[in-house]
């Protein structure tokens, strides 16, 4: 997915949604929300606090309220996108320009930076400490090198490599995942990283 600089290159590079897109921006920066970028999209913040998204994608467009779980949604419009792992984030999905719903969208952003203003939110959840598998550990260990460098990587690369190890199911596939993955802890990379923006 492209990152984009501005909320004017964000729309203007949405072949489907670009006209609804621009509306919504139009509402959002009617409130007292500070428009910014973030991730690549639009974000609109408060008090530099994350308030709420827009995003366009191939079958909808809508809205991420940050602290969405908070609010009333007396219209039953928010959804949980990612049900046991989203805690706090709520979309508001919309297929055509007849569900923005100006006055409805400006009731729950007043909401949503009630919200900031009373320093409501919910916390993200802490991660269990990674477990490293003993041959990745005992591999790391071998050099002073990999042990900094393994160190180093946030709890999310070291996770992706424990897991890429614990999840060989034969001895010869793990030593030659070992065998590929030990260049790239060295050099401080993250197994996925080629993928990332």
Partial sequence: ????????????????????????????????????????????????????????????????????????????????AQEGTTKALRQWRMQSAKEIKPAIIKRYVKEAIQLVKDGKSIGLAKKKPVAVPPELKKAIGKTKIAQKKFAELTPGKQREYAEYIATAKREDTKKKRLQKVLPMIKSGKGLHDKYRC
């Fill in 1 to 80: 997915m492209k990152r984009h600089k501005t909320v004017d290159d964000y729309i203007n590079a949405s072949e489907q949604w670009g006209s609804e897109l621009a509306r919504i921006r139009r509402i959002l920066k009617a409130t007292e929300l500070t428009e910014d970028v973030k991730w690549g999209g639009p974000c609109y913040t408060f008090d530099g606090k994350n308030v709420v998204g827009m995003a366009g994608f191939k079958s909808y467009f809508g809205l991420w309220f940050h602290q969405g779980a908070l609010l009333k949604d007396d219209q039953k419009v928010l959804i949980n």
